[in-house]
C-alpha cells in the first residue's frame, strides 16, 4: 500500500516563529503536493513538485514556500507563521495524472 | 480554469436511505473524476474514479457514481446509507494532461438513526 506520512498530527505555534511541515512517501511518486483545508473552502492548492528540486505555485501560495532535495520527501515552510494560517495542512502524492495519495494532515494552530 | 461544484455543505440522510451527493464539473474535455471520503481527523482516502473506461463506476463501501458527459456531472449514490458513512465526501476533478486535482468544497454527510 501506498504510505504517505507527515511529521506532526497537532503543531502549536506562535505568530512570527518558522515553521517546517515534513511529508515523506514510499512510492517512489514523481509528484507530491501541499494543500489546506478549511471548513467551507475545501483544499486548496499551496504548491506542487513534478521532480526532485522542481516546484510550481498553487493557488494560495503567498506566505509559504518548499523544498523538494529528495524524491520521496517535500516540506512546507512558513517563513513567519501568523495567525491566519491556522488550518488543516496536507500532503499528497501521485504519478502521472492518476489519483493522488494523501497523509493524515497537520492541525496547525498559530498563536 | 476546472471547477467544481458541490451542492449542500452539509447533508443529512436517514440510516438505511438513500445517499446522493451531487458533483458537477466545468471542462470543455471530459476529464479524469475521483471522489474522495475523509473521516475525521484523518487525510482523505479515494472512494472511487472515473478514467474514461465504463461510466457507471463503482468504489469502496457500496458507493458508486455515474459520469453523464451532457451534464458535466458525476454524482455519488449509495443504495442504504448506514452510520459509519457519517464523514464528509469530496469530489475531484483532472484534466487530461494535469496533475493538478481541483477539489469541490465538500458535503459533510449526517447519518440520523
Known amino acids: 500500500d501506498v504510505k504517505v506520512t507527515q511529521s506532526s498530527r497537532y503543531l502549536v505555534k506562535r505568530t512570527g516563529e518558522k515553521v517546517f511541515l515534513e511529508c515523506v512517501q514510499d512510492?517512489?511518486?514523481?509528484?507530491m503536493f501541499w494543500y489546506r483545508q478549511d471548513p467551507g473552502l475545501g483544499l486548496r492548492l499551496i504548491y506542487f513538485s513534478y521532480d526532485v528540486k522542481m516546484k510550481e505555485k498553487g493557488d494560495i501560495p503567498e506566505g509559504y514556500s518548499v523544498s523538494r532535495e529528495k524524491k520521496e520527501r517535500f516540506s512546507l515552510i512558513l517563513e513567519s507563521a501568523s495567525t491566519n494560517q491556522t488550518s488543516m495542512y496536507l500532503c499528497?502524492?501521485?504519478?502521472?495524472?492518476?489519483?493522488?495519495?494523501f497523509g493524515p494532515g497537520t492541525r496547525l494552530t498559530v498563536t | 480554469a476546472q471547477s467544481v461544484t458541490q451542492l449542500g455543505s452539509h447533508v443529512s440522510v436517514s440510516e438505511g436511505a438513500l445517499v446522493l451527493l451531487r458533483c458537477n464539473y466545468s471542462s470543455s474535455v471530459p476529464p479524469y473524476l475521483f471522489w474522495y471520503v475523509q473521516y475525521p481527523n484523518q487525510g482523505l482516502q479515494l472512494l472511487l474514479k472515473?478514467?474514461?473506461?465504463?461510466?457507471l463506476v463503482k468504489g469502496i463501501n457500496g458507493f458508486e457514481a455515474e459520469f453523464k458527459k451532457s451534464e458535466t456531472s458525476f454524482h455519488l449514490t449509495k443504495p442504504s446509507a448506514h452510520m459509519s458513512d457519517a464523514a464528509e465526501y469530496f469530489c475531484a476533478v483532472s484534466p487530461y494532461g494535469n496533475n493538478r486535482l481541483a477539489f469541490g468544497k465538500g458535503n459533510q454527510v449526517v447519518v440520523i438513526p
Open positions: 512510492m517512489d511518486h514523481e509528484n
Open positions: 472515473y478514467t474514461s473506461a465504463a461510466t
Open positions: 499528497a502524492s501521485n504519478n502521472g495524472v492518476y489519483e493522488q495519495y
